[in-house]
């Protein structure tokens, strides 16, 4: 029988297997027709958030663009006789088998990120992975692209939440519901000094460093590392909820984590940047108030002017236009941020999308956005078709 998604609020609850199989291999196909290789590629990375979105991307790119032997870790639900796995189980286990077929050397480690013990693991996998490939065992790239609600602090066994409201003042909006174009408005009351603090928590830069302290603590750091987190800046109109809000304030301490590793390892990496990516549908951008609606305005104005990437363009663009350039150079903006938001941010895109914003209505949204687009791109996250929401 044909699996159906099960929707509610912008979060699909199910997977379907052979759709997230395809979706896969398509970004595989993607890379290996149009990557360009480089002299100083790497030879060992580091996947942390390996099985979606942006994580799944770079992991693709660095092992299918470069060849590159890849560890990646995620954390995702392994089917059992009750329910089905999360997207991401089915993702890893597709990279994992194209790898095999391919002579890649790939290493995935299913678990929590921010314990002690999946560290271990992971560097484990490091040496092992390394060991296969004959190489010494040092990670030459190390994206940490983790996307979660919660975080257990491995020092105090304290688990915190992260939300997503504003900060100092409540928000008001419009919310769209991709799957049928309607709205909703939605308010938020400002977070408190303990929602902020967690949300810094779970979705700042402490656990960057600690793997940083974790790999350089077991000699996997090298002149050659590059390590590199994933954020968001957006137009101003999407601050008060983004940029401004509890997340905006974990990006923050995310970029005082990267300054403390680029002075920390001065001498011993290559570097740590942030990586300011294009707005794109995941499974957690989805649920970011208002975010869908300019997204899907977004889609539409960049579609229409050709200038539209996923995350598989984003990703190739930042390794081969940023990371792995000729000269070795890394291009970043004044705060030492990489910028493949650059198409995003451009004056007439934000100009186009804004006036969308404001005209949009229900009974418009289906000729003025790509909320068709959008809604493809949240179904394909999870193994579906457009036609199977039917
Ligand atoms: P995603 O939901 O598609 O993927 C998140 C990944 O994190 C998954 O592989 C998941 O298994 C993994 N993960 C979550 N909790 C974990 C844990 N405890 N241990 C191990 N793995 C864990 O998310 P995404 O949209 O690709 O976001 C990745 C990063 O990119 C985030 O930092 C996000 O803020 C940033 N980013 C996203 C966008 C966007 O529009 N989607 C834009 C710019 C930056």
Known sequence: MAIKPMIRSNICLNANPDGCAANVREQIEYIKKNFKKADNAPKIALVAGCSNGYGLASRICAGFGYGAATVGLSFDNEPSEKRMGTPGYYNNKTFDEEAAKNGIISITLNGDAYSDTAKSKTIEAVREAAVKSSIPAKIDLFIYSLASPVRTDPKTGVMHKSVIKPVGASFKG????????????????????????????????????????????????????????????????????????????????????????????????????????????????????????????????????????????????????????????????????????????????????????????????????????VKRDFLQAHGFNPEDAV
């Open 174 to 373: 419009r919310a769209l519901n991709i799957m049928d174009g309607t709205f909703s408005v939605t308010e938020i009351e400002p977070a408190s000094e303990d929602e902020v603090f967690n949300t810094v928590k779970v979705m700042g830069g402490e656990d960057w460093q600690l793997w940083m302290n974790a790999l350089d603590n077991e000699g996997l750091l090298s002149a050659k590392t590059r390590a590199v987190a994933y954020t968001y800046i957006g137009p101003e109109s999407s601050w008060d909820i983004y940029k401004n809000g509890t997340i905006g304030k974990a990006k923050e301490d995310l970029e005082r984590a990267c300054c403390e590793i680029n002075i920390k390892y001065n001498k011993k990496i290559y570097g740590a940047w942030v990586s300011v990516n294009k707005a794109l549908v995941t499974r957690s951008s989805a649920v970011i108030p208002t975010i869908s609606l300019y997204i899907t305005c977004l889609y539409k104005v960049m579609k229409e002017m050709n200038l539209h990437e996923g995350c598989i363009e984003q990703i190739a663009r930042l390794y081969s236009e940023r990371l792995y350039t000729q000269d070795g150079a890394v291009p970043a903006d004044s705060e030492n941020r990489i910028r493949i938001d650059d198409l995003e941010m451009r004056g007439d895109v934000q100009k186009a999308v804004e006036i969308k914003m404001k005209n949009v209505t229900s009974e418009n949204i289906f000729t003025e956005t790509d909320i068709a687009g």
